[in-house]
């Protein structure tokens, strides 16, 4: 594991869900303010650098 800079973070183009900006979202800000992050996003490499978010796109 280890950590990256949001900025180096780009979207998954072909993910199955959209992020929405919903009170499931909500929650998830005030669970990650209260415990952390439990489970970390998964990302890859991009061949023109930085990294593509797999899984863990709301968190």
Same mark, same amino acid.
Do not use: N, W
């Given at each position: ?5 949001? !900025?180096? %973070?780009? =979207? /998954?183009? =072909?993910?199955? /869900?959209? *992020?929405?900006? =919903? $009170?499931?979202?909500? $929650?998830?800000?005030? !669970?990650?303010? !209260? +415990?952390? *992050? %439990? *489970?970390?996003?998964? *990302?890859?490499?991009?061949? $023109?650098?930085? +990294? $593509? ?7």
């Amino acid at each position: 594991m280890q950590e990256i800079p949001l !900025s180096d %973070l780009h =979207d /998954f183009i =072909d993910h199955a /869900f959209k *992020v929405l900006d =919903d $009170e499931k979202m909500q $929650e998830t800000v005030e !669970s990650i303010r !209260s +415990y952390g *992050v %439990l *489970v970390p996003g998964i *990302v890859r490499p991009r061949a $023109e650098g930085e +990294y $593509e978010i797999i899984a863990g796109h709301r968190r």
